[in-house]
């Protein structure tokens, strides 16, 4: 299928003819005339006849998402999606480390369009250039603000806006590292409240977002403050209601925010956790006495650990206790390692926005978040973001589409969740293949997690993933599955090494050990230099090259972790060593949680995994 764009308004062209590049898969071979109004109504309808499409449609999302339905079949076609959310968007995690550099989300912004999203969130801690605060951001591959208004530009050629998620309380890890900053940190990484040099520091801050940014909305975060009056505020203040400190300094953000013209939202888990000690989901608790939310001020309830319908009805029941002003964020899973979790998030998603219709919620975010390094490609979870995007629509659209915008099939593209094992078992996740990459050899902390695996199982992944990467050479994704695909070569010989060196060990059987020793390590090592060469070039592909030295410590960490394992076996085959006194040790089972079964074991802490001694 194909739209002529030589009579299109200069306002319907980008979205056109990018619909028109990801139309060649389509199966309709016919070229249509596009006839498009606006209409009141949220969503579209669209008619496709002879040699014409006509669609009336809400914002230029829906009428992108309406060529996409259009093009999923051939022949005449009378067709209707009405959007349940009058704002719907993505926010995609630009402080963990991968900061997307400016091609994948020029990438994104089209692919979002035409789903349907109206904007894209970047959460920036600190990743962006203020010029009165240069450490701010500092090597950490920080946006510039001619970045953002080029990406802004760019988003509104496609009816998106660019959205800013930052932070004004906690989450300032990264700059306290800093004497200067020093100054305006209460404890951990929160902010001092009623401090001169904070607001003085969020001013600066909040300025340069309102310049950088064309949206006039804005999500200041304020989640997850714990300690929030308990470190230099109590030495200064003496205790207070933590409550009221932090009600006094949301006053004082919103205040900064209305003088740059932006509009607020803030995460609502703090006004829970400060009434209920620390609990946020919490059910049949009354708030509304307890609480007073800000005029004009919405509250964003996050979610992503649930596929009940009714928890995510009573919280949203609670919130609407406070104000009719709130939003709701739910997750693309793709924030604990290398893998996605995409069937997850389409089972958590599913209940989430049932209830979000339920209750009438018209602003909904899907968040992508990328914790602990965010070592997942940024397109990891589009097979999520695409069925999110039809719960929105309540959708007729079918995989067809996705395969007009990806170049594979559905089925083909969430073999990428397969990297960790089990990942199609209903309302659970784990992975598993970032804690056994990691598993320290001789260590063995993961060991009893490790037993519990099928047979083989990597390998059967592996030759899944290169099925598909022979067949779908042509699409741009197809760098995500071959990634996956060397890292389960590395899996597969890793995995039961702790194991099986522990069981040679003990049985002293020196063949084994040496086998280990002088063929086997060597032989991990190799692979995972394949593995290293790919995952950094996915990471350069995707993102600025900021962030990527942790990923060289951390799998160069392991790859001389090895050696020095591979070492000291043969200095004990050979009886230079008596003992190695890790495997004297008694193999405990994996306690860090007290559930350690591998469907649902999801530990994601580097340094926990890598060992139980102090690391920093």
């Known amino acids: 299928m194909k739209i002529r764009t030589f009579d299109l308004s200069e306002k319907l062209k980008p979205i056109v003819e990018k619909a028109n590049f990801f139309l060649q898969n389509s199966p309709d071979a016919c070229e249509y005339t596009l006839s498009a109004c606006e209409s009141e109504n949220k969503g579209y309808f669209l008619r496709k006849e002879k040699e014409t499409l006509t669609v009336e449609y809400a914002k230029l999302p829906d009428l992108g998402r309406a060529i996409m339905a259009a093009a999923q079949a051939d022949g005449s076609l009378e067709l209707e999606e009405r959007k349940q959310f009058g704002d719907f968007g993505y926010m995609l ?156 300094h949301l006053k004082k953000v919103t205040a900064i925010c209305e003088k740059y013209g932006l509009r607020p939202q803030i995460w609502s888990d703090m006004f829970f956790r400060l009434v209920f000690g620390g609990e946020y989901y919490k059910a049949d608790q009354k708030l509304a006495e307890k609480v007073i939310i800000p005029e ?172 598909c990467i022979d067949l779908r050479q042509d699409s741009d994704f197809i760098y995500l599955f071959e990634t996956q695909k060397v890292l389960c070569d590395v899996l597969q010989q890793k995995v039961d090494l702790g194991i099986r060196l522990r069981r040679a060990y003990c049985e002293k059987d020196i063949t084994a050990l040496k086998e280990i020793a002088e063929a086997e390590i060597p032989q991990i090592t190799e692979k995972l230099d394949i593995f290293y060469n790919a995952f950094r070039e996915q990471w350069y592909l995707e993102n600025k090259t900021f962030g990527f030295e942790i990923q060289s410590q951390r799998i160069g960490g392991l790859k001389q972790r090895l050696r020095e394992s591979s070492e000291r076996i043969s200095f004990y085959v050979n009886g230079d060593l008596k003992i190695v006194e890790e495997l004297e040790e008694e193999n405990l089972p994996f306690h860090y949680f007290e559930d350690n079964q591998l469907a649902t074991l999801n530990y994601n802490l580097w340094s926990d995994i890598v060992s139980p001694a102090v690391i920093g």
Not at 343 to 364: P, T
Not at 415 to 436: E, Q, R, V, W
């Open 296 to 467: 004009g001020l919405e509250i964003v309830y996050w979610d992503y650990y649930s596929c009940d319908e009714n928890r995510y009805d009573e919280m949203l029941r609670q919130h609407l206790q406070l104000t009719d002003n709130i939003g709701f964020a739910a997750g693309a899973w793709k924030w604990t390692g290398f893998a996605p979790h995409n069937r997850y998030s389409m089972e958590s998603g599913k209940a989430a926005l049932n209830a979000c219709k339920k209750n009438r919620v018209d602003s909904v975010v899907i968040t992508g978040w990328g914790d602990n390094g965010a070592e997942a490609s940024q397109f990891s979870n589009l097979p999520a973001l695409f069925a999110d995007a039809n719960l929105a629509y309540e959708s007729k659209i079918t995989n067809t589409a996705f395969w007009m915008l990806t170049g594979m099939k559905w089925e083909e593209f969430m073999l990428i969740d397969c990297t960790n094992p089990l990942s199609d078992t209903s309302g659970k996740h784990n992975n598993a293949s970032k804690y056994f990459l990691y598993n320290d050899p001789l260590i063995g902390t993961f060991d009893s997690v490790a037993e519990q695996l099928e047979k083989d199982y990597f390998d059967k992944i592996a030759k899944k993933l290169e099925t």
């Open 93 to 248: 995690d630009c402080s963990r480390n991968a900061v997307p550099a400016m091609n994948t989300l020029k990438k994104l912004v089209p692919f979002l369009a035409l789903l349907g999203y109206n904007f894209l969130g970047l959460y920036i801690e600190d990743t962006i250039k203020v010029s009165e605060e240069p450490y701010l951001g500092y090597m950490r591959g920080a946006f510039k603000p001619e970045e953002i208004k080029e990406i802004s530009a760019y988003a509104a050629e496609y009816g998106m806006e660019i959205r800013p998620y930052v932070q004004s309380l906690a989450h300032f890890n990264q700059i306290k590292r800093y004497e200067e900053y020093q100054k305006m940190i209460d404890t951990d990484d929160i902010l001092l409240a009623d401090s001169e040099r904070t607001y003085e520091f969020l001013d600066h801050y909040i300025k340069t977002i309102a310049d950088c940014f064309s949206s006039g909305k804005i999500n200041i975060g304020m989640d997850e403050a714990h300690m929030v009056g308990l470190g230099k505020y109590l030495d200064s203040h003496g205790y207070k209601n933590r409550f009221e400190i932090m009600y006094d």
